[in-house]
C-alpha cells in the first residue's frame, strides 16, 4: 500500500508509521516503477546463478512501493542515503546511473555498495552504518548545511541492537538531521525476529537519582610517589 499524504507529518498507511515531514516537490531526477526494480533484482539473480558474481548478493523484493513513496514524498537528492547489504533498490531510487550499480554488483561489492560522490553508503555489518550515519548528521549540523538530511536504514533485528538504542539517543539529544528507517520483513537472516526476542514490552527497570560526593576517581587530590 503507498504511503498515505499527510501535511502536518503524522503519515500513517497500513504497516507505515512515520513522523516524517512531506517536502514541497520531488527531487530526485528518476521515475522508477517497481517494474523497474524487480527488473533489474531478476537481472542480479540470473547473473549469480550464471557464476557471474562470485561474493553473495542480498536481493530485494516486495518493498519497491513503499520505497518509491519514501523517495518521492521524504528524501531529496542531496540527502545522504546510509543502508544495509540489502542496498540495489535504495542506489537506484537515490539517482545511481543503473549501469554503475550493476557493474559494482557483477565485481563482487554487492553488500557494500560505495558511491560517495552521490552520499551514498552501505555496510554488510550489522548495524555498522550507525554510528558513520550519525557522525555525518553530526557535521551537517556542525557545517550548518541545513537544506541536507541523513537517512539511515537498517533491518529489524538491527532495530534491537545496542548500537540503535545508542545512535537514537544520540541523534535525539543533539537534535541531528537523521531519520532511521526500519525495514521490517520479520526476519534476521532466516530467524523470525519475534521468535528470537519475544513478543513482549521491554524490561521495566529501577532508577535512582542522587549527587556524587567524589570526584570520578581518587580524591582529587595529585599525589607524587616517592
Given at each position: 500500500?503507498?504511503?498515505a499524504?499527510?501535511?502536518?507529518?503524522?503519515?500513517?498507511?497500513?504497516?507505515?508509521?512515520?513522523?516524517?515531514?512531506?517536502?514541497?516537490?520531488?527531487?530526485?531526477?528518476?521515475?522508477?516503477?517497481?517494474?523497474?526494480?524487480?527488473?533489474?533484482?531478476?537481472?542480479?539473480?540470473?547473473?549469480?546463478?550464471?557464476?557471474?558474481?562470485?561474493?553473495p548478493?542480498?536481493?530485494?523484493?516486495?518493498?519497491e512501493?513503499?520505497?518509491?513513496?519514501?523517495?518521492?514524498?521524504?528524501?531529496?537528492?542531496?540527502?545522504?542515503?546510509?543502508?544495509?547489504?540489502?542496498?540495489?533498490?535504495?542506489?537506484?531510487?537515490?539517482?545511481?546511473?543503473?549501469?554503475?550499480?550493476m557493474?559494482?554488483?557483477?565485481?563482487?561489492?554487492?553488500?557494500?555498495?560505495?558511491?560517495?560522490?552521490?552520499?551514498?553508503?552501505?555496510?554488510?555489518?550489522v548495524?555498522?552504518?550507525?554510528?558513520?550515519?550519525?557522525?555525518?548528521a553530526l557535521?551537517?549540523?556542525?557545517?550548518?548545511?541545513?537544506?541536507?538530511?541523513?537517512?539511515?536504514?537498517?533491518?529489524?533485528?538491527?532495530?534491537?541492537?545496542?548500537a540503535?538504542a545508542?545512535?537514537r539517543?544520540?541523534?535525539?539529544?543533539?537534535?541531528?538531521?537523521?531519520?532511521?528507517?526500519?525495514?521490517?520483513?520479520?526476519?534476521?537472516?532466516d530467524?523470525?525476529t519475534?521468535?528470537?526476542?519475544?513478543?513482549?514490552?521491554?524490561?521495566?527497570?529501577?532508577?535512582?537519582?542522587?549527587?556524587r560526593?567524589?570526584?570520578?576517581i581518587?580524591?582529587?587530590?595529585?599525589?607524587?610517589?616517592?
Amino acid at each position: 500500500m503507498p504511503l498515505a499524504e499527510n501535511l502536518r507529518g503524522k503519515l500513517v498507511a497500513g504497516d507505515i508509521r512515520s513522523p516524517l515531514r512531506r517536502r514541497d516537490h520531488a527531487t530526485h531526477r528518476n521515475e522508477l516503477t517497481a517494474e523497474d526494480l524487480n527488473g533489474f533484482e531478476q537481472e542480479v539473480a540470473e547473473a549469480f546463478n550464471a557464476g557471474k558474481i562470485r561474493a553473495p548478493v542480498h536481493l530485494s523484493g516486495g518493498n519497491e512501493e513503499k520505497l518509491i513513496d519514501l523517495f518521492r514524498l521524504f528524501i531529496s537528492h542531496d540527502d545522504w542515503i546510509f543502508c544495509t547489504y540489502r542496498n540495489h533498490h535504495l542506489a537506484l531510487l537515490h539517482d545511481i546511473p543503473r549501469e554503475r550499480v550493476m557493474d559494482e554488483i557483477l565485481a563482487g561489492r554487492s553488500q557494500n555498495l560505495s558511491f560517495p560522490e552521490h552520499r551514498f553508503l552501505a555496510s554488510a555489518m550489522v548495524g555498522g552504518i550507525l554510528p558513520i550515519a550519525v557522525g555525518v548528521a553530526l557535521a551537517l549540523k556542525r557545517k550548518s548545511e541545513h537544506s541536507r538530511n541523513v537517512w539511515c536504514f537498517i533491518g529489524d533485528m538491527a532495530a534491537t541492537t545496542g548500537a540503535f538504542a545508542e545512535a537514537r539517543y544520540y541523534a535525539g539529544g543533539h537534535d541531528l538531521p537523521i531519520n532511521f528507517v526500519v525495514e521490517d520483513n520479520g526476519m534476521s537472516c532466516d530467524s523470525p525476529t519475534k521468535a528470537c526476542w519475544g513478543s513482549g514490552l521491554p524490561k521495566p527497570f529501577t532508577r535512582y537519582v542522587y549527587e556524587r560526593r567524589w570526584p570520578h576517581i581518587n580524591t582529587g587530590k595529585w599525589i607524587t610517589f616517592k
